[in-house]
T-cell receptor
Framework: NAGVMQNPRHLVRRRGQEARLRCSPM?????VYWYRQLPEEGLKFMVY????????ESGMPKERFSAEFPKEGPSILRIQQVVRGDSAAYFC????????????FGDGTRLSIL | QQQVKQSPQSLIVQKGGISIINCAYE??????FPWYQQFPGKGPALLIA?????SEKKEGRFTISFNKSAKQFSLHIMDSQPGDSATYFC????????????FGKGTSLLVTP
């Protein structure tokens, strides 16, 4: 049973470019969460999605960041016009469609901005 | 605003000793308190979790103690081993509002041989 798959594992972008991070949840999981981890910091919640719906985006920066979880395919976190401060590890987690199940995390995408 | 405060930032314990990590929260609506273990280059892995209707939960060498009135909870690692060396995060969430986790800043644990 494959876990949460994130790709790419490492992504390098120049300032002003776009970054696309992908997350395939565990089989049977329909809830996806994105978190950002800055060096020496804990994970910060960004957005919570179910298939075709954004449920909670209270942790998402208002500009340049967007997320989607289409009916088919992986969830995508998109960062437009990246800046140096976007350098971080981005983790995706998934959970099944029940309220009492824990979140399982992928191994993250390390985004570096040159 | 950090909703979950974790201490210490780092911890060194000798093999066989007890590692203790503490967390405190303010939001009384939190009703799920997991602990995650993270190794370098990996994602956090769920270690153990507790709900506020119990004061203690034990799984193997790992125990969570929960004090609802003090709004504090802690992780105890008994008989700590070098393989336990990792970063540990406490977290809290509200289950009926989506389960988004609020993490502490983490504790870097080093268990010396």
């Amino acid at each position: 049973n494959a876990g949460v798959m994130q790709n790419p594992r490492h992504l390098v972008r120049r300032r002003g470019q776009e970054a696309r991070l992908r997350c395939s949840p565990m089989k049977g999981h329909s809830h996806v969460y994105w978190y950002r981890q800055l060096p020496e910091e804990g994970l910060k919640f960004m957005v919570y999605l179910q298939k075709e719906n954004i449920i909670d985006e209270s942790g998402m920066p208002k500009e340049r960041f967007s997320a989607e979880f289409p009916k088919e395919g992986p969830s995508i976190l998109r960062i437009q016009q990246v800046v140096r401060g976007d350098s971080a590890a981005y983790f995706c987690a998934s959970s099944p469609p029940h309220s009492n199940q824990p979140q399982h995390f992928g191994d993250g995408t390390r985004l570096s901005i040159l | 605003q950090q909703q979950v405060k974790q201490s210490p930032q780092s911890l060194i314990v000798q093999k066989g000793g007890i590692s203790i990590i503490n967390c405190a929260y303010e939001n009384t609506a939190f009703d799920y308190f997991p602990w995650y273990q993270q190794f370098p280059g990996k994602g956090p892995a769920l270690l153990i979790a507790i709900r506020p209707d119990v004061s203690e939960k034990k799984e193997g060498r790992f125990t969570i103690s929960f004090n609802k009135s003090a709004k504090q909870f802690s992780l105890h690692i008994m008989d700590s081993q070098p393989g336990d060396s990792a970063t540990y995060f406490c977290a809290a969430s509200i289950t009926n509002s989506g389960y988004a986790l609020n993490f502490g800043k983490g504790t870097s644990l080093l268990v010396t041989p």
